[in-house]
């Protein structure tokens, strides 16, 4: 009866140590580690491209166009768990004009920021996810020479953004990763184009962005 009750004991506790193991195969756990990839939490890196346009109707009608180009590069560390930390630059172009008209140049857009992100399904190939962070922005202007007396607008401008917003990814088991994302970048200490020309209050530089990407995680 003793080895009978031993026996009866260890198949007790090897339940429990088994699903534990089993746990990290689970497709729809929220496990700490990804066995499958080398890193263990999964690491990627995606290069891609999109669209993107100023929220304030009084900064869209400067712009030549409602919508500009824009092009990323984002690594992320911690894709197959819950929470991942997002680095990312951000290029963006698009026509500007001088309040009043007469003069028109190129805005340039170089961001960089850092985010973190929560991973709605880290262990399944279609992961819906969201993400909130904070980075650095500067707009630089070419093709001309602007000032905020004679055109309304500066050459240049830095501020800081709050970059918000939820994509999906779709991550093929050989390491090809295919992911969708809308972002709203927040603009802070912002002083670009002046509600008038020589004015002293600015428009708010808050933008939105639409982009796709592809790349490769380990």
Known sequence: M?????????????????????????IYSYAWHE???????????????????FTDKAMRDTMANDVGGLWDL???LGSHIPLALDIG?????????ALGGGKSGT???TTAEA???YNVLPHFAWNPYAFVGVGWQRYDLSGGTFTVADTGIRDSDNSVVFPMGAGI????????V?????????????????????????????????????????
């Open 169 to 176: 990814a779709y991550r093929e088991k050989h390491g090809l």
């Open 178 to 218: 295919v992911d969708v994302h809308g972002t709203f970048r927040a603009s802070a200490d912002y002083g670009l184009v002046a509600q008038t020309v020589g004015g002293s209050s600015y428009v708010p530089l808050h933008t939105w962005a639409a982009s796709g990407a592809v790349g490769y995680e380990f």
């Open 74 to 76: 984002r690594v992320t």
């Open 2 to 26: 003793k080895k009978v009750a031993l026996i009866v004991a260890c198949a007790a506790l090897a339940v429990p140590a088994r699903a534990r193991a089993d746990d990290s195969h689970d």
């Open 89 to 97: 630059y951000v290029g963006t172009a698009a026509t500007i004009n």
């Open 107 to 109: 805005l340039v857009g």
């Open 115 to 117: 985010a973190i992100r």
């Open 35 to 53: 066995h499958s990839l080398k890193s263990d939490v999964g690491i990627s890196a995606l290069l891609g491209g999109g669209i993107t346009g």
